[in-house]
């Protein structure tokens, strides 16, 4: 991200791992810690640029990092995708001067607390001004049928009527650069995830971007999340759509 042109940060947030609990249903065999189980430090990663024209007005761009803490999977989809397509964003932008400042945040998310809590509660304390936050998440992950069918696919998650507008815009940019993707809103009943984590701290802009949901990923939060698994050709859409959507942001074209 330095070579890239952008200043980094790096903020420190002690963690505990999920326990396994067995005897619940494979995708969600997380249970919490227990009090006396070893902290470690997680970091959010945080690589900007700032705006030219309205540097007070920031764009977050963000991803987990990690895997599951409670079951030995290689995260692929959850979120290793994610996290490349961040990186991939940020290699693209390189040589880009965006209107209004630009936030990369590389957090953590599958053990407790979510790093970007952290991040959203900081941004709220110094008074931040996040016009957008987009979590990229499980891109392009999807039912076997799916898969099988060749659907290349997308769903905004959002929670609050400015989220909403968001996926609007995913809508739009999507049709208009014929990128091709079934792309779908959906409307939380709470907010989630950790796009979510920015609506509890008063952002309520945030959206996910997400191959499904309900989550239909047959390999979620299980050893065979494996990148052989991967539909790079959706994963490559749903990025491209994510970074026009950005852009339109990043030069004060929306709201
Ligand atoms: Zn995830």
Redesign the pocket.
Known sequence: MRALGYSVEREGVPVQAYRCDATKPKAHQYSPPEPGDPWYLAYNLYARRRGTALPDEQVVVLA?KDSQSWVDSPGAY??AV?TISVLEIARVLRDYAPRRSLCFLLCN??HTPWTSVTAARGAKERGENLVAVFNL??LGGKSAEETAAGSMTNVTLYTAPEGERLAELMAQVNKEYGIGLMQRPYARPHPG?DDGSFVNAGFPAAVANIGSYPYADPNYHCETDVPEAVDLANVRLAVQASLAAIVRVLEGQWP
């Open positions: 987990h959850d979120n994610g998310e599958e998440d499980g995830d």
